[in-house]
């Protein structure tokens, strides 16, 4: 059906096939119109028969033609899709009857060689309706970009914006440096109208805000598209064009959170609009008159998938209400779950799973806070750091530490490794460890048992701080119960103590945790219960210089003093940085031996099986000939892993058949 708007029939210039009838003319065979035979490098030779109708107003390929070679360009479909203006039988039906009535017509008058022959082409839908889109030519407003989008690329050239991620710089230079006018006219119900009005004699006048139409006139029907009223927004809201309190304070900006879909969209259109209007008087008055950027950082966030890695989309239903999530997990849960993944430029798939381990988190650290509450747990001057325990020390200088890493994660906007360090200091550091030490320093009463409240209060205090950004809810809550403070939102962010990190205590505690365990791993071997407590001797504590920490190792790896009755049964030895550990323990009538034997079984066979596939595959010389080097090592190293394991296991089952 868009035939009958061709103008022209277009072939390549280097063509031997038609070199001879370019400038020439051929009669349409619908209209009767006599239209030329031009010759342009868009052309493909080797696709079709090499020539091509050329239909300016209904493809933008054949428009850019159209425009290079001055060729007519009749709009022959109104907004409705229905054939108009072309003096045919055709004229008033729908595109889609006159495209059988074409395709007759032709046939009739013997004009078709060939039909049904596959043919596959890309044709652009709807994505409200599915209809397909009909490219038509018709009178826009348009916005000569050429000058706005030079200040907007020179903006992040000069540095005076920054991108984060960097990575997202060519694609911002690709978009601003090759911009094409902006068509900003729309044919839609809703929007912000066209500040267009026509007179009764042609006139056109675009009216202000404080401006009236004159009587009879008439507004544009058009509404600006959406990305034009949006790139407003920065500086229109505050009051702009008249100079307000807001602009003064808050504009330019300094920080643009946004998705990197819609870093040319969105970014884009407020860098070039804000550069522009930035000339103004009203905002750089105070400013130096120096030439002002809407915002001096863009942080470009990923999309938000599910958990499989899919787009959310209501078509396959997989979207996420946050407001159920909220309702069914927490407000920190849910807004910890979108920071923690939140990378510059990359995506977040989220599912349950994730929003599950976020309120475990949570729950982990309310838990903590009460426990330490329960215990008498204060905020007040540390005691010197002579009368600190290693554990408090080590506590300490982590913190201190772990402060620095989310300090330069959300300097950086790299908001989820910032939630990542918290996450594991909160959890596998400060809850798993320093608190169940922290449980045998309570029981010893006195000065330590009170260092041990002011340094718990002291790193609780901080933790809660620095994780309040990102679960605001309930930290508020915990900081008011352990501080008595106002509020945390007025509270000071954390900085650093200034003390120098004791080493020697962190490589003490490192080998209290190596140890406790091992032995714990021992313990498991052993079939023996996670709470069920054992007698046992630890022979070199003191020469390894875990001394100090005795009570701790007893009381973590639940061992109780020996009697004098007292029979090892089983030992195991861990070496450490300054000796090594023997641990003598009596597992008498504390394990079910055939409970023990059967599971030991089963995970020998798993471990034979795994030993003797990863045989099989070393062993076949053709798929050592193809595989990478790096992946024929990991295969050695899951071999010596079950070759291990087949040993170790195959030991204790042999321990239990001579018991």
Known sequence: ETMLGDTAVAVHPEDPRYRALIGTTLEHPITGRQIPIIADDYVDPEFGSGAVKITPAHDPNDFEMGLRHGLPMPTIMDERGRITDTGTEFDGMDRFEARVKVRERLAREGRVVAEKRPYLHSVGHSERTGEPIEPRLSMQWWVKVESLAKAAGDAVRNGDTVIHPRSQEPRWFGWVDDMHDWCISRQLWWGHRIPIWYGPEGEVVCVGPDEQAPEGWVQDPDVLDTWFSSGLWPFSTMGWPHATAELEKF??????????DILFFWVARMMMFGTYV???????????????VPFKDVFLHGLIRDQFGKKMSKSRGNGIDPLDWINAFGADATRFTLARGAQPGGDLSVGEPHVLASRSFVTKVFNATKFALMNGARVGDLPDRAQLTDADRWILDRLDAVRAEADAAFDAYEFGKACEALYHFAWDELCDWYLELAKVQFAADGARAEATRLVLGTVLDAVLRLLHPVVPFVTEALWQALTGGESIVIAPWPQASGVPADREAAQRISDTQR?????????????????????????GVDEAGLGEQAASVANLARLT??????AATASVEVRLSAGTVTVELDTSGAVDLDAERRRLEKDLAAAQKELQGTAAKLGNEAFLAKAPDHVVEKIRGRQ???????????????ELSGK
């Open 561 to 566: 003093e020996p009697d004098s009755g007292f």
């Open 251 to 260: 504009y330019p900006t300094s920080v643009l959170v946004t998705g990197y």
């Open 640 to 654: 010596q892993v079950a070759a291990d394991e087949v040993a170790r296991i195959g030991a204790r089952l042999a």
């Open 278 to 292: 930035a000339e103004d008087a009203v905002l750089t008055t105070g400013k130096g008159g120096e030439r002002q």
């Open 515 to 539: 140890l406790i365990t091992e032995i714990r791993r021992f313990r498991s071997d052993q079939g023996l219960a996670d709470k069920q407590k054992v007698a046992a001797k630890l022979i």
